[in-house]
C-alpha cells in the first residue's frame, strides 16, 4: 500500500473516474471533485498528499484555486493536467504554485510516474527518503516503515498513515478532524477509542513525549 492521499479535480466525468480507478488500483486514495468551488471546499476541509488539478473547470478554475490555496500556506504538492500548452500557460501555472505540469493527453503510466516522483519529495528539504525521528528511530517515504535500529517495527495501516501525517505537520496541532479524514474512508466509521490505541501504540515505539495530546484541539509531533 502507499497510503497518500491524492485530490483530483477534473471536471470530465470520464476522465476522472478513469485516473481515479487506475490510482486506486495502485494503492493510493482518491478523492474527486468537477468543479472548483467543491474543489476549494474539499481541500480547505481535508488533509491530502499530493492535488492534480485540471485547469478550465466550472466555478473557480485550476489556477485562482492553487494561486488561493498556497496564500492560506497550502504546501501539498500540485501537478496541473491540462490541455493547455502555451508558455504562457505554463508560466501562469507554475506561478500559481504547482510542482508539475502534465500536458492532456497524456499516458497514465507517466501520471503515475509523476505522482510517485513528487510523494517521494514530500521531505526533500532533508534530502533523504528516510525521516529521522531519533538517533534509533526513522521513517522510510518510499516503503512506509518504521525503523528502529535499523530493522523493521510492525504497524497496523492506520498507524502507519497517523505517524506520516504527524511527520508532515510536525510542530503543528493537527486537529481531531483531520486525522479522522486521514484514517478513515467516506465508507468507514471513525472511533475516538481506536485512535487512542493508535496514538499509544506509536508513543511505544517513538516515545510518549513525541506525541503531544492537545486537550480538546488534536496532537502535536514534536522533534524535541
Given amino acids: 500500500m502507499n497510503f497518500a492521499k491524492i485530490f483530483l479535480l477534473e471536471d470530465d466525468i470520464s476522465l476522472n473516474e478513469t485516473i481515479a480507478e487506475f490510482l486506486e488500483e495502485e494503492g493510493y486514495s482518491v478523492s474527486s471533485a468537477y468543479d472548483g468551488d467543491d474543489a476549494q471546499e ?13 485547469v478550465n473547470v466550472p466555478g473557480l478554475n485550476g489556477f485562482e484555486l492553487l494561486k488561493s490555496a498556497r496564500e492560506n500556506d497550502d504546501s501539498v504538492p500540485a501537478i496541473f493536467i491540462t490541455s493547455l500548452n502555451s508558455l504562457d500557460d505554463l508560466e501562469v501555472g507554475y506561478k500559481s504554485g504547482c510542482d508539475d505540469y502534465l500536458k492532456k493527453p ?10 510517485q516522483t513528487l510523494l517521494k519529495r514530500e ?3 532533508l534530502h533523504s527518503e528516510m ?18 535500529d535499523k530493522k523493521v517495527v510492525r504497524i497496523q495501516n492506520k498507524e ?12 503543528e496541532i ?19 477509542a481506536a485512535l487512542r490505541t493508535y496514538v ?8 510518549k513525549e513525541k506525541i503531544v495530546s492537545v486537550k480538546k484541539l488534536g496532537y502535536k509531533f514534536t522533534t524535541e
Fill in 200 to 207: 499509544k501504540n506509536l508513543r511505544k515505539i517513538i516515545g
Fill in 42 to 54: 474539499l481541500m480547505y476541509e481535508n488533509s491530502y498528499d499530493l492535488y492534480l488539478l485540471d
Fill in 160 to 171: 502507519a498513515l497517523l505517524l506520516k501525517l504527524f511527520l508532515q505537520k510536525r510542530g
Fill in 106 to 115: 497524456f499516458e497514465l503510466k507517466e501520471l503515475l510516474f509523476r505522482v
Fill in 174 to 192: 493537527v486537529s481531531h478532524g483531520v486525522i479522522y479524514d486521514t484514517l478513515w474512508d467516506y465508507d468507514e466509521v471513525s472511533s475516538d
Fill in 131 to 148: 525521516i529521522k525521528i531519533s538517533d534509533k528511530i526513522e521513517y522510510d517515504m518510499l516503503s512506509n516503515e518504521l525503523k528502529v
Fill in 123 to 125: 521531505f526533500a528539504h
